[in-house]
């Protein structure tokens, strides 16, 4: 059974870092795409970034472009998203999720398996 289980959240004031992690588990995940969607409070969940877990080939929204990084350690089946200079607009609840998506890799429902969430706040 697949399961992503995202941890790293937590309270941070503007300006500062948080890593986020999503250790991934069940099956072989070569040739899936593995994203991050946020979803702040009393809005629709939005696309963060997506990593090719082969090739490692990387998108983020323009919102976070320069300031999040998002990597894979293929070894440990875990992806990262590195976020520096946050901000409060990035507070949110973050989910991890992998699917087999060759198009519309920003598009929440092309993703088969979804993690619990995170939460990450950041204060002003």
């Known amino acids: 059974q697949v399961q992503l289980v995202e941890s790293g959240g937590g309270l941070v004031q503007a300006g500062g870092s948080l890593r986020l992690s999503c250790a991934a588990s069940?099956?072989?995940?070569?040739?899936?795409?593995i994203a991050w969607f946020r979803q702040g409070p009393g809005k629709e969940r939005e696309f963060v970034a997506t990593?090719?877990?082969?090739?490692?080939?990387?998108n983020y929204a323009d919102s976070v472009k320069g300031r999040f990084t998002i990597s894979r350690d293929n070894a440990k089946n875990t992806v990262y998203l590195q976020m520096n200079n946050l901000k409060p607009e990035d507070t949110a609840a973050y989910y991890c999720?992998?699917?087999?998506?060759?198009?519309?890799?920003?598009?929440?429902?092309?993703?088969?398996?979804w993690g619990q969430g995170t939460q990450v706040t950041v204060s002003s």
């Open positions: 999720a992998a699917g087999l998506v060759s198009t519309s890799v920003t598009a929440d429902l092309r993703y088969r398996y």
């Open positions: 069940g099956r072989t995940f070569s040739g899936y795409i």
């Open positions: 990593i090719s877990w082969s090739a490692g080939i990387t």
